[in-house]
């Protein structure tokens, strides 16, 4: 039992590359989110999911696009990467039903320079 | 900006003492108040988590206190360990949703 399983764990990019995360959970959650962790400014939810071929916006979604084609995968895409996206990028999943803990994955560690 | 505020931003503390960090929240719409646990190279996971219409919670040397007039609320770890330093963040869900708005982290260091 894997858990979240995030890949690549590592990832130079320069800038105006494009390259997609992918998030994979074996858990059955239904919910899956994708979040950012930069120094100071603790975790910031990108986008999330409630469920297969849905997704919404959280509060710092620009630059970035996400789909959920399998319940069990979220991708998240960074179309042009710019150097203020250089963070690391961590998903998470839950069960359906209220205040369950999230599952975090170990995260992507990304620069762009 | 911040809907969660922690502090403080670090934190040093002696092998055996009281750690005690500390959150404060605006909107009263949140209803489940977890806590979480990150070493470095991994993801963050759930330590102990409260709702509203209790005050306290207890786990083991973990203790969240829950202040709800004021809006705050704080994690108390009692005989505080070298093993217990860590990042730790804590998070706050409104009623209706699932995504946790987080604070901004305290990184606790256990001196042995």
């Known amino acids: 039992n894997a858990g979240v399983t995030q890949t690549p764990k590592f990832r130079v990019l320069k800038t105006g590359q494009s390259m997609t995360l992918l998030c994979a959970q074996d858990?059955?959650?239904?919910?899956m989110y994708w979040y950012r962790q930069d120094p100071g400014m603790g975790l910031r939810l990108i986008h999330y999911?409630?469920?297969?071929?849905?997704?919404a916006k959280g509060e710092v979604p620009d630059g970035y696009n996400v789909s959920r084609l399998k319940k069990q995968n979220f991708l998240l895409g960074l179309e042009s990467a710019a150097p203020s996206q250089t963070s690391v990028y961590f998903c998470?999943?839950?069960?359906?039903?209220?205040?369950?803990?999230?599952?975090f994955g170990s995260g992507t560690r990304l620069t762009v320079v | 900006q911040q809907q969660v505020k922690q502090s403080p931003q670090s934190l040093i503390v002696q092998k055996g003492g009281i750690s005690i960090i500390n959150c404060a929240y605006e909107?009263?719409?949140?209803?489940?108040f977890p806590w979480y646990q990150q070493f470095p190279g991994k993801g963050p996971a759930l330590l102990i988590a409260?709702?509203?219409?209790?005050s306290e919670k207890k786990e083991g040397r973990f203790t969240i206190s829950f202040n709800k007039s004021a809006k705050q609320f704080s994690l108390h770890i009692m005989d505080s360990q070298p093993g217990d330093s860590a990042t730790y963040f804590c998070?706050?869900?409104?009623?209706?949703?699932?995504?946790?708005?987080f604070g901004t982290g305290t990184r606790l260091t256990v001196i042995p």
């Open positions: 998470a999943s839950t069960p359906l039903g209220a205040n369950y803990g999230y599952t």
């Open positions: 998070a706050a869900k409104r009623t209706g949703a699932n995504n946790l708005f």
């Open positions: 409260i709702r509203p219409d209790v």
């Open positions: 858990m059955n959650h239904e919910y």
């Open positions: 909107n009263t719409a949140f209803d489940y």
């Open positions: 999911s409630v469920g297969e071929g849905t997704t």
